[in-house]
């Protein structure tokens, strides 16, 4: 059974930095993606950055380029996303989600994500 345990949220002034985690297990990561995905009160949810463990892909909702990134450590089933310099408008809960990879070259901005952690909360205070 996939399962994935996001954590890492917190209250944080502008201009701050959190890392969030997402542990996954059950399943191979190099047939899969993981996905970052947040959802700000009264707010449809929206992607926020994703990467492909078969070939490294990753990408990032234009509004986080350049302040997050997403990188994995594969030993521990782990990925993370690294939110630098963040704004009021990132406020939301987090959540991370996977999907299996169907093919190599698969832009993983393109998946499902069928499958979800529980959330976290990251407020960004002004």
């Known amino acids: 059974e996939v399962q994935l345990q996001a954590s890492g949220g917190g209250l944080v002034q502008v201009g701050g930095s959190l890392r969030l985690s997402c542990v996954a297990s059950?399943?191979?990561?190099?047939?899969?993606?993981i996905g970052w995905f947040r959802q700000a009160p009264g707010k449809e949810r929206e992607g926020v950055s994703c990467i492909s463990f078969s070939d490294g892909y990753t990408n990032y909702r234009d509004s986080v380029k350049g302040r997050f990134t997403i990188d994995s450590d594969n030993a521990r089933n782990t990925v993370y996303l690294q939110m630098n310099d963040l704004k009021p408008e990132d406020t939301a809960v987090y959540y991370c989600a996977a999907d299996r990879v169907p093919y190599s070259g698969t832009y993983c901005q393109y998946l499902d994500f069928p499958v979800w952690g529980q959330g976290t909360l990251v407020t960004v205070s002004s």
């Open positions: 059950g399943f191979n990561f190099d047939n899969y993606a």
